[in-house]
């Protein structure tokens, strides 16, 4: 079956622009997660969904950060005037609930704010 | 700041060695333990996880130990192959969801 997919898979903007990514989970997945991971560094928590719950938006690093997931399936994270330091690979998860709980991984949003 | 500290940063290993990846917790909510395989341009996918009422868990050639008291688990990748290297995290999870992940470690084994 799919696996969770992403796009785009590369974006380049310019500092101070709006970026929106993208993220496909796992058909039936009912948690969805996003994560950061920058240059040489683990993957940062940035934001976590499940269900109709309240989102944990604990990660986002400032107020430029937003993201929503639209009838509990497809979410977008969203990135407010870029700046230079916003530059990393952006990755989304999505899991069922069950024994392990599980994390699948996309392949992840190549970003870079020149 | 790193809740899971996570080492090496990189190493080398002929084909055939033992490659040995080491990482620490404080946090004594953290209630499971993933390792994570990375390739280029690919996400992290689950290698191999352990609970900590466990201290060693093998699945074919990797191989976690877990020191619940010492509060550190560690990864043994055993008979090393070239396909084997790629970037390894190792995370920590409280509260059923929240994945606390090291730095990660870049394995490269030599033919």
């Known amino acids: 079956g799919a696996g969770v997919s992403q796009s785009p898979s590369n974006k380049v903007t310019e500092k101070g622009k709006d970026v929106e990514l993208r993220c496909d989970p796992i058909s039936g997945h009912t948690a969805l997660y996003w994560y950061r991971q920058s240059l040489g560094q683990g993957l940062e928590f940035l934001i976590y969904?499940?269900?109709?719950?309240?989102?944990?938006k604990s990660g986002l690093p400032s107020d430029r950060f937003s993201a929503e997931r639209t009838g509990g399936s497809v979410s977008t994270l969203t990135i407010q005037r870029t700046q230079q330091e916003d530059s990393a690979v952006y990755l989304c998860?999505?899991?069922?609930?069950?024994?392990?709980?599980?994390?699948?991984f996309g392949p992840g949003t190549r970003l870079t704010v020149l | 700041q790193q809740q899971v500290k996570q080492s090496p940063q990189s190493l080398i290993v002929q084909k055939g060695g033992i490659s040995i990846i080491n990482c620490a917790y404080e946090?004594?909510?953290?209630?499971?333990f993933p390792w994570y395989q990375q390739f280029p341009g690919k996400g992290p996918a689950l290698l191999i996880a352990i609970r900590p009422d466990v201290s060693e868990k093998k699945e074919g050639r990797f191989t976690i130990s877990f020191n619940k008291s010492a509060k550190q688990f560690s990864l043994h990748i055993m008979d090393s192959q070239p396909g084997d290297s790629a970037t390894y995290f190792c995370a920590a999870r409280s509260n059923d969801y929240k994945l606390s992940f090291g730095a990660g470690t870049t394995v490269t084994v030599r033919a």
């Open positions: 946090n004594t909510a953290f209630d499971y």
């Open positions: 969904f499940q269900g109709n719950s309240a989102p944990d």
């Open positions: 998860a999505s899991s069922s609930p069950g024994a392990r709980n599980e994390q699948f």
